[in-house]
T-cell receptor, first 114, second 113 residues
Framework: DGGITQSPKYLFRKEGQNVTLSCEQN?????MYWYRQDPGQGLRLIYY???????QKGDIAEGYSVSREKKESFPLTVTSAQKNPTAFYLC?????????????FGSGTQLSVL | GENVEQHPSTLSVQEGDSAVIKCTYS??????FPWYKQELGKGPQLIID?????GEKKDQRIAVTLNKTAKHFSLHITETQPEDSAVYFC????????????FGQGTRLTINP
């Protein structure tokens, strides 16, 4: 099946620890995105990438880092600098680099702080 | 930058009745307005979208209307069914800059049997 796979589904972080969320897509999409979802706040953009080896900060990039070494993979690292990391994290992709295209989302990772 | 406001935050309707969710946006340059449905524990899925050169679009029981002058757009669901229960997000895409969407805060729709 084609789609976006996020793992793990649930993740726990200890104080001072970096954690990495995985996002893999087999849709051959060029653009990939990371969103953070908090209750009552909708989806906020963390980072996005339009092409391999290139990415840009979104609205809430502080405390996060990404890489895009392969077209199909866009991992997100939540660093210890992110003081309030508890949230639902969604990865998404788009089929082409351009305007106004449909976003395809993964099933998300729930990150909690121990 | 773009700002999208969505109302109401929660909506409860009887099965078979209609549901309406409204969004306003701030950037008059926005030209693409999608609606996403998110079921519990899953990622959002696109259910319908509209572009600024169209005033209304329908897909079976779902319709979206756009008023560019007033900068607002609405989602209409008719003959609601229990499977329509979910969180719905509107979004707007600005023309300039990156191809990123700005989302509303979401509406939790509950269909009562």
């Amino acid at each position: 099946d084609g789609g976006i796979t996020q793992s793990p589904k649930y993740l726990f972080r200890k104080e001072g620890q970096n954690v990495t969320l995985s996002c893999e897509q087999n849709l051959n999409h060029d653009a990939m995105y990371w969103y953070r979802q908090d209750p009552g706040q909708g989806l906020r953009l963390i980072y996005y990438s339009q092409i391999v080896n290139d990415f840009q900060k979104g609205d809430i990039a502080e405390g996060y880092s990404v890489s895009r070494e392969k077209k199909e993979s866009f991992p997100l690292t939540v660093t210890s600098a992110q003081k309030n990391p508890t949230a639902f994290y969604l990865c998404a992709s788009r089929p082409v680099v351009g305007l106004n295209e449909k976003l395809f989302f993964g099933s998300g990772t729930q990150l909690s702080v121990l | 930058g773009e700002n999208v406001e969505q109302h109401p935050s929660t909506l409860s309707v009887q099965e078979g009745d209609s549901a309406v969710i409204k969004c306003t946006y701030s950037d008059s340059a926005s030209n693409y307005f999608p609606w996403y449905k998110q079921e519990l524990g899953k990622g959002p899925q696109l259910i319908i979208d509209i572009r600024s050169n169209v005033g209304e679009k329908k897909d079976q029981r779902i319709a979206v209307t756009l008023n560019k002058t007033a900068k607002h757009f609405s989602l209409h669901i008719t003959e609601t069914q229990p499977e329509d229960s979910a969180v719905y997000f509107c979004a707007a895409s600005p023309i300039q800059g990156a191809q990123k969407l700005v989302f509303g805060q979401g509406t939790r729709l509950t269909i009562n049997p």
